[in-house]
């Protein structure tokens, strides 16, 4: 097992209507919230005052060359309520797919909650994505979708949840065979199967 090299956010994908970005800021969306998720940070994205669910996709930054499969992955999250819920509440969540606006091979599940309503001071969370699957050109090629779902009580809240920054870590499986020392020891290597030291090959096979 090899330790992933960080993915980060590094290009906007599909940005849903509601998803806007804190202070008026001007696009991309992904530079406001790709930050080290540490608290210090003063730009962010988040939900509009409409009271409905919406999503922004984001790509992701390459994984490492030698990738074969993920096997373990976790996200730091950086968020805190902006303007005030009563009764209505919202949480934000995140999945990893293949592709910009496309559910159709997720490369994880949902994840549990990242933030939420209830999130009233700055708040930094981890959480672990489960269900990891994709080979390295599916997560060379990946997008990762943060859903606002938002669900409305009694009068208007008007709530906003602001999502300030994230960042990806985890570890993979490398892939076998294709470097020097794979050529080597491999099939057909030096001291391989049917190489110099290898079965039925050479000097002590």
Known sequence: MATLTQLTLDADGTIGSIITIGGGGSA?????????????????????????????????????????????????????????????????????YDA?????????????????????????RNVSFSALAGTKAQWDAAYIRFTWTYSKSGSPDNGTLRFYGCDIDGT????????IMGGLAGTGGLAGISGIAGEGGGLVG
């Open 28 to 96: 991309p969306y992904y530079a406001h919230c790709n930050d080290a998720p540490d608290g210090l940070s003063s730009d962010f994205i988040r939900n509009d005052a409409s009271e409905t669910t919406g999503e922004a996709w984001f790509s992701l930054t390459n994984v490492d060359a030698d990738f074969s499969s993920m096997d373990t992955l976790d996200i730091d999250v950086d968020v805190q309520v902006g303007a005030g819920f009563s009764d209505d509440s919202c949480d934000i969540t995140a999945r990893i």
């Open 172 to 179: 993979y499986t490398a892939s076998g065979g294709s470097g």
């Open 100 to 124: 910009d606006n496309d559910t159709t091979n997720p490369l994880t599940a949902e994840t549990a909650t990242l933030g939420s309503d209830a999130d009233t001071s700055r708040t930094q």
